[in-house]
């Protein structure tokens, strides 16, 4: 079965040569979601706002790939400040619940000029 390149009009546009994210069989993968608007303008605000925008990108290109957050079977965040971890978990349970959780990683990165970035694998099977 061919890969399928899913496109999430109503996600922030990638910023460089890559997919919103990947169908190959009944897995998603979905690229890195950084906080910027729809319209391509990055969110400078808090942790949290910024947080909240890149989760919320995520989402949106599950959605677009047929599945949701609930069908994440590995997360991948990435945050410019390690001391940000308290808050992003409380954040994080906005987007995936409390119960059946994916696997994770979080590590500390050098991202220039944004907070967090965050990716996931999904499963739709």
Known sequence: MPKKIITAEGAAPPGGPYSHAVVAGDHVFLSG???????GTWVAGSFAEQARAAFANLAEVARAAGGDLSQAVRVGVYLRDFADFPEMN???????????????????VALQGFDIEVDAVLYLG
């Open 33 to 39: 979601a950084c906080p910027v608007r729809p319209d």
């Open 90 to 108: 409380e954040i994080y349970v906005e987007f995936f619940g409390t119960e059946n959780l994916p696997a994770r990683t979080t590590v500390p």
